[in-house]
C-alpha cells in the first residue's frame, strides 16, 4: 500500500468515482447503461472499471477509511461489483 495522505475531500471524491464505477459495472450487466453498445465496448468499460476499483482498494487511505458510507459507494458495494464484473467478464 502507497503512503500516500489525502484530505477527506479528496477520499470523498475517490469514493464517488468508485460509486460511479460501481454503478456503471452494474448497469452494463443489468442492461439499463449502455445498451446500444457492442459486447466489447461493454466488456471492455467493465473491465476498466473493474481495474479502477481494485487499484483503490490497494490505496493505504482506501483500507485506513472507516467512514460510513452510502451504495454505491460503499466497501462491500465495491467488493460486490467487482465480482459481478469479473463474472461477467468470465
Not at 17 to 35: E, K
Not at 75 to 84: E, G, N, Q, R
Amino acid at each position: 500500500m502507497t503512503d500516500e495522505v489525502l484530505t477527506a475531500e479528496e477520499i470523498n471524491q475517490h469514493f464517488k468515482a468508485c460509486g460511479d464505477s460501481v454503478s456503471l459495472i452494474n448497469g452494463i450487466i443489468d442492461g439499463s447503461q449502455m445498451a446500444d453498445e457492442t459486447d466489447s465496448e461493454k466488456s471492455d468499460a467493465v473491465e476498466r472499471n473493474v481495474g479502477h476499483l481494485k487499484i483503490q482498494k490497494e490505496k493505504q487511505w482506501y483500507a485506513d477509511d472507516s467512514e460510513s458510507r452510502t451504495a454505491p459507494a460503499d466497501k462491500d458495494s465495491i467488493d460486490a461489483a467487482i465480482t459481478a464484473g469479473e463474472n461477467y467478464l468470465a
